[in-house]
């Protein structure tokens, strides 16, 4: 190849690599809001506490990745689970996720969230810190997100703890007292206790 066509290639390169949108924090936190508003809109409309998980069940799909938390939350580990149980940490780790997660609201009682400034820590990823008010006590809960196919929840922060370290700790003990079968197995007794 002559330095001709070889600087010809260098100049074009720019033109033909097909880049990614830049991450933009406004999105995420425009993505943020939609997913709250479709959580607050379902919480405000659902009978029951058990109605409520399964009603926004598919809202919280939507916008958070499991299968990123999933795979965080096991740790190191992940690597040795064989994708049939890879799949089923994901389904009781959702769940689990899920129902935690509703059990938290009571049907009827709407949160107010106040969105401060998004950070972006990391290319594709954006902090977004939040306040929120639930029956008169005020948190302070930061979504991580990042952009795979769109803007996803990773994690969420509340009071300075993260929802994945916290459920790592758990997962990581029991991973290395009996390796992925201890692990579901501890995802299988959480899910199936009483919330």
């Given amino acids: 190849m002559n330095r001709r066509t070889l600087l010809a290639l260098i100049l074009a390169a720019p033109i033909l690599v097909v880049r990614p949108a830049d991450a933009s924090p406004a999105e995420a936190q425009q993505r943020l809001t939609q997913a709250v508003n479709e959580v607050l809109a379902v919480t405000d409309r659902a009978a029951s506490g058990s109605a409520l998980a399964e009603k926004v069940r598919p809202v919280l799909q939507k916008h958070i990745s499991f299968e990123t938390m999933t795979r965080r939350a096991v740790g190191v580990g992940w690597r040795q689970f064989s994708a049939a149980q890879q799949q089923k940490a994901t389904q009781l780790f959702t769940t689990l996720v899920i129902r935690t997660y509703s059990s938290k609201f009571t049907p009827g009682e709407r949160a107010a969230v106040t969105y401060k400034k998004a950070m972006t820590p990391a290319a594709g990823r954006v902090d977004v810190p939040t306040d929120l008010v639930y029956k008169g006590s005020r948190y302070s809960v930061t979504y ?27 997962l990581d003990a029991s991973f290395k007292k009996g390796g992925a079968a201890a692990v579901l197995s501890s995802l299988e007794n959480s899910v199936s206790r009483p919330s």
């Fill in 144 to 170: 991580r997100m990042e952009q795979a196919g769109g803007w996803r929840i990773v994690d969420v922060v509340i009071e300075g703890v993260s929802l994945v370290a916290n459920y790592r700790t758990q």
